[in-house]
């Protein structure tokens, strides 16, 4: 059954960064996220990977698809496309902007198939059904997240000028998106500048 057939039934497209030093947190995640589905549509995971992967960690990940049977789980190399962008905050790399080419990478994964995904950050504990994130209405918006209050405190006054934008008054954390794939495709140009970002 390839990946095209998938996305015409209810597939639940999740997307991830990892390397091969984070696989640990990445297999954690994505257990939670299995351990606590309760839906019918399965889940199509895929892991975008900074460089290569040891066996032994790929294994790791595939043996999550035998565990939670409704889940697909694809490994996909990257070509280390943002290698040369200086990625200011100390816990993030440059793997970090990969989920800027997802709208890129499930078009040519799927033929276009694909109108909308999650994307989320390896490092976080699932404790609901996912699905209901992936259920929230999006007509309208290019992606759905939540409100960073972090970064809004008191104590980071100057943000918005570090961020290089306006204000932080729509600034949401990135860890967590639901990403509306046809409108962000229809929209002429935008996936090509999210790239650049």
């Not at 816990?91 to 994307?119: K, N, Q, V």
Request: aromatic content about 10%; proline content about 3%.
């Amino acid at each position: 059954e390839g990946r095209e057939s998938m996305m015409k039934d209810d597939v639940i497209p999740i997307f991830l960064n990892a390397d091969d030093n984070y696989v640990a947190p990445t297999y954690i995640a994505l257990f939670s996220l299995l351990y606590n589905y309760r839906g019918t549509a399965k889940i199509a995971i895929y892991v975008l990977i900074a460089g290569a992967i040891s066996q032994r960690n790929a294994v790791l990940l595939n043996s999550l698809s035998d565990r939670f049977p409704q889940a697909t789980i694809e490994l996909l190399e990257m070509k280390n496309e943002y290698d040369s962008v200086s990625v200011q905050i100390e816990y993030s790399s440059s793997a970090c902007l990969y989920r800027l080419m997802i709208p890129r990478i499930a078009d040519a994964i799927t033929d276009g198939e694909m109108d909308r995904c999650i994307y989320l950050d390896a490092d976080l504990i699932v404790t609901g059904n996912i699905e209901e994130l992936f259920r929230i209405d999006v007509d309208g918006y290019f992606v759905a997240g939540v409100k960073d209050l972090l970064w809004l405190s008191d104590h980071v006054t100057d943000y918005a000028a570090v961020l290089g934008i306006p204000t932080t008054e729509c600034y949401i954390n990135s860890g967590v998106l639901l990403l509306n794939l046809k409108a962000i495709k229809q929209r002429e140009g935008l996936r090509e500048r999210l790239e650049k970002a």
